[in-house]
């Protein structure tokens, strides 16, 4: 599976957009991009995934580059709740195993 | 619907002890995941069950760590003799068959295992 690139850390204000980016420039045609979340203390939690047409569902939205080389994870209205490591990862279908790097510890500050 | 359950979630024992986490999934899910989380880093898979037959247990110590999935429901996973290095949270998850169009892991909320 493609490796995926993420910032370490992030922070973004509460009430607002949360724009989450992520590399993944050897991705291969078979392979989705998928998004988790880990709150602290907490198992990760999937948030959505894509292959290349945008995704939307009631906690996010996925926008993948039309040359699938990258893609952006939106929280549309960041709560605090929302403060986790969110974790990027290309996943070839049929493929159960999640390779998951350190991830971006995103802090959302009031 | 109840999610994964895991026990104990937290354990402390001494080196060269042994230890065992039991992990129950989400009703139906006939896959099953064990991951070790050391601080610091994402989780890392060690094995994965397809009812009760191992898929993949390419990253599993074996000299040291084993599992099973008796009946195809619950899982235990067994570390014997624990190292200090062996320090981290273990996270049990589950999915619907390997051959779901969704591949949606679903985790419980782990085991944070210290080593003395």
């Known amino acids: 599976d493609a490796k995926t690139t993420q910032p370490p850390s992030m922070d973004c204000a509460e009430g607002r957009a949360a724009n989450l980016p992520c590399n993944h420039s050897?991705?291969?045609?078979?392979?989705?991009v998928y998004w988790y979340r880990q709150i602290h203390s907490q198992g990760p939690q999937y948030i959505i995934h894509?292959?290349?047409n945008n995704e939307t569902n009631e906690m996010a939205s996925l926008i993948i580059t039309e040359d699938r080389k990258s893609s952006t994870l939106i929280l549309p209205h960041a709560t605090l709740r929302d403060t986790a490591v969110y974790y990027c990862?290309?996943?070839?279908?049929?493929?159960?195993?999640?390779?998951f790097g350190k991830g971006n510890q995103v802090v959302v500050i009031p | 619907e109840a999610g994964v359950a895991q026990s104990p979630r937290y354990k402390i024992i001494e080196k060269r002890q042994s230890v065992a986490f039991w992990c129950n999934p989400i009703?139906?899910?006939?896959?099953l995941y064990w991951y070790q989380q050391i601080l610091g880093q994402g989780p890392k898979l060690l094995i994965q069950?397809?009812?009760?037959?191992?898929?993949?247990d390419s990253q599993l110590p074996k000299d040291r760590f084993s599992a099973e999935r008796l009946k195809g429901v619950d899982s235990t996973l067994k570390i014997q003799p624990a190292k200090l290095e062996d320090s981290a949270v273990y996270l049990c998850?589950?999915?619907?068959?390997?051959?779901?169009?969704?591949?949606?892991?679903?985790f419980g909320p782990g085991t944070r295992l210290t080593v003395t």
């Open positions: 998850a589950s999915s619907l068959g390997a051959r779901s169009v969704s591949y949606e892991q679903y």
């Open positions: 050897t991705i291969s045609g078979n392979e989705y």
């Open positions: 894509g292959l290349k």
């Open positions: 990862i290309a996943l070839k279908y049929g493929n159960n195993r999640l390779a």
């Open positions: 009703s139906g899910h006939a896959t």
């Open positions: 069950f397809q009812n009760n037959g191992v898929v993949d």
